[in-house]
C-alpha cells in the first residue's frame, strides 16, 4: 500500500505507507498488489485508533470515498456508523486513522459482473475480518450484496 504523493491528496496521509502486510485479530494479510489513494473499483478497509475496522467499497479512487469519510467524522455526523464512532470515541479526530485497499476489481470484467464482484468481495472481507458490530465498525450487510 502506497501514497499516491499527489499534491494536495488529503488521503496520503491515512494510508498504511509502504506496509507490505497488516494484521488484525492475530493474523497477517498481505496486500496482493501495489495499491495508492489513485486505485479504483476498490475494497478498502479504515482501521480507528482502537483497532475497529471498517470494511467498505467504491468504484472511484480510494481518494474520492475516503474523503467523503474524513468529512464525516470531521463534522461529527451520526447517521453512519464510522463518524458516530469517532463522535463518540474520539472527539472527532482523525489523528490514528489509517485506510488501505483490500482488493482491487480488474477491468477485465464487464463493468456490471466488476460491479457485482465488487459487492461479493466486500462480503467476503466483512466477514473474513470480522468487521460487524459489535466486532467491527460495519453495522449491516446490504442485503442486495449477499446474492
Ligand atoms: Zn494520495
Ligand atoms: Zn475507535
Redesign the pocket.
Known amino acids: 500500500m502506497y ?4 499534491a494536495l ?1 488529503k ?2 496521509q491515512f494510508v498504511k505507507h509502504g506496509q507490505k502486510n497488516f494484521t488484525t485479530k492475530g493474523k497477517t494479510y498481505s496486500f496482493k498488489e501495489f495499491y ?2 489513485s486505485t479504483d473499483h476498490v475494497i478498502y478497509c479504515i482501521s480507528c485508533p482502537c483497532g475497529l475496522l471498517y470494511v467498505g467499497r467504491t468504484i472511484r479512487p480510494l ?1 474520492a470515498r475516503f474523503g467523503e469519510h474524513r468529512r464525516l467524522i470531521e463534522d461529527g455526523k451520526d447517521k453512519h456508523s464510522v463518524p458516530r464512532h469517532f463522535l463518540e470515541y474520539h472527539q472527532k479526530s482523525t489523528d490514528g486513522l489509517q485506510v488501505w485497499v483490500l482488493e482491487s476489481i480488474h477491468n477485465n470484467l464487464s463493468e456490471s459482473d466488476r460491479f457485482k464482484k465488487l459487492c461479493s468481495q466486500e462480503t467476503y472481507w466483512i466477514f473474513t475480518l470480522d468487521t460487524l458490530s459489535p466486532g467491527g465498525l460495519n453495522e449491516e450487510l446490504d442485503i442486495n450484496t449477499i446474492l
Open positions: 501514497r499516491c504523493n499527489k491528496c488521503t496520503c495508492n489513494c481518494r
